[in-house]
C-alpha cells in the first residue's frame, strides 16, 4: 500500500520555486499525486477564462439585485417585500464573493449590471408591473429573471474552472436554485 506523500515543512526551497514563488506548485509536480501542474501560462489562461466567467455572474447577480430591489419598492404584499430584501441582500453577497474571486485571479471585476441589458437577462419590465402592484405578476418577473440566472450558473458550473472559483460557483448556483425555487412556489400560491 502507497504511503501517502506529506511534504516537509522545513524542506528549503528549490530553485524551482524561487523561481516561480510557488512551492504548492512543486509539490503538486510530484508524480502519483494525481494533481495536474500547470505552467505559468496555462496558469494565467485558466485564470483568464475564470475571471470571463466570474465577471459574467456578477452581471447576473447585480440584475438580480436590481429586479428584486424593484420588485421590493412596487410590492404592496409585507410577505413578499421581505423576500424580495433577502433576495436582493443574497445577489449583493454573491457580487462581492464574485469580485473578490476576480480580485484573486488578478483580474478587474466587474461592478454592475445595467437595468438596459437585464431586460435581455430576464428581468423584463417590473417596472411597468408597479402601476398595478399585482403580486403574481410580479412574482412571475422574478421567476423570469431567476430563470435566467439559473441557466447562466448552471452554463457556469459545467466549465473546467480552478478549484476555488468552481466551488464558489457551486455554492452559488445551489443558493441560486433554492432562491429561485422559492420565488416559483411563492408564484404558484399567488394563481391559486
Same mark, same amino acid.
Given at each position: 500500500?502507497?504511503?501517502?506523500?506529506?511534504?516537509?515543512?522545513?524542506?528549503?526551497?528549490?530553485?524551482?520555486?524561487?523561481?516561480?514563488?510557488?512551492?504548492?506548485?512543486?509539490?503538486?509536480?510530484?508524480?502519483?499525486?494525481?494533481?495536474?501542474?500547470?505552467?505559468?501560462?496555462?496558469?494565467?489562461?485558466?485564470?483568464?477564462?475564470?475571471?470571463?466567467?466570474?465577471?459574467? /455572474? =456578477?452581471?447576473?447577480? @447585480?440584475?438580480? $439585485?436590481k429586479g428584486f430591489a424593484r %420588485?421590493?419598492?412596487?410590492?404592496? +404584499?409585507?410577505? /413578499? =417585500?421581505?423576500?424580495? @430584501?433577502?433576495? $436582493?441582500?443574497?445577489?449583493?453577497? %454573491?457580487?462581492?464573493?464574485?469580485? +473578490?474571486?476576480?480580485?484573486?485571479?488578478?483580474? @478587474?471585476?466587474?461592478?454592475?449590471?445595467?437595468?438596459? %441589458?437585464?431586460?435581455?437577462?430576464?428581468?423584463?419590465?417590473?417596472?411597468?408591473?408597479?402601476?398595478?402592484?399585482?403580486?403574481?405578476?410580479?412574482l412571475e418577473e422574478c421567476e423570469?429573471?431567476?430563470?435566467?440566472?439559473?441557466?447562466?450558473?448552471?452554463?457556469?458550473?459545467?466549465?473546467?474552472?480552478?478549484?476555488?472559483?468552481?466551488?464558489?460557483?457551486?455554492?452559488?448556483?445551489?443558493?441560486?436554485?433554492?432562491?429561485?425555487d422559492r420565488v416559483r412556489d411563492?408564484?404558484?400560491?399567488?394563481?391559486?
Open positions: 500500500m502507497n504511503e501517502p506523500v506529506i511534504p516537509n515543512p522545513t524542506q528549503v526551497p528549490t530553485a524551482a520555486t524561487q523561481r516561480n514563488g510557488n512551492a504548492v506548485q512543486d509539490l503538486a509536480s510530484d508524480e502519483g499525486t494525481g494533481r495536474v501542474t500547470l505552467t505559468p501560462e496555462q496558469e494565467s489562461q485558466a485564470n483568464r477564462k475564470a475571471i470571463v466567467v466570474l465577471n459574467e /455572474l =456578477i452581471e447576473t447577480s @447585480n440584475d438580480g $439585485e %420588485a421590493a419598492k412596487d410590492s404592496n +404584499d409585507p410577505a /413578499l =417585500i421581505s423576500v424580495f @430584501n433577502e433576495s $436582493e441582500r443574497s445577489c449583493h453577497v %454573491a457580487v462581492a464573493e464574485l469580485q +473578490d474571486q476576480v480580485r484573486l485571479l488578478g483580474g @478587474n471585476p466587474e461592478d454592475g449590471g445595467s437595468m438596459t %441589458a437585464a431586460i435581455h437577462r430576464g428581468w423584463i419590465s417590473l417596472k411597468s408591473l408597479a402601476t398595478s402592484r399585482d403580486s403574481r405578476a410580479i423570469r429573471g431567476e430563470d435566467y440566472a439559473k441557466a447562466r450558473y448552471a452554463e457556469a458550473v459545467k466549465r473546467v474552472l480552478p478549484e476555488p472559483v468552481r466551488v464558489l460557483i457551486e455554492r452559488q448556483y445551489q443558493r441560486v436554485v433554492t432562491n429561485h411563492l408564484r404558484n400560491r399567488y394563481r391559486a
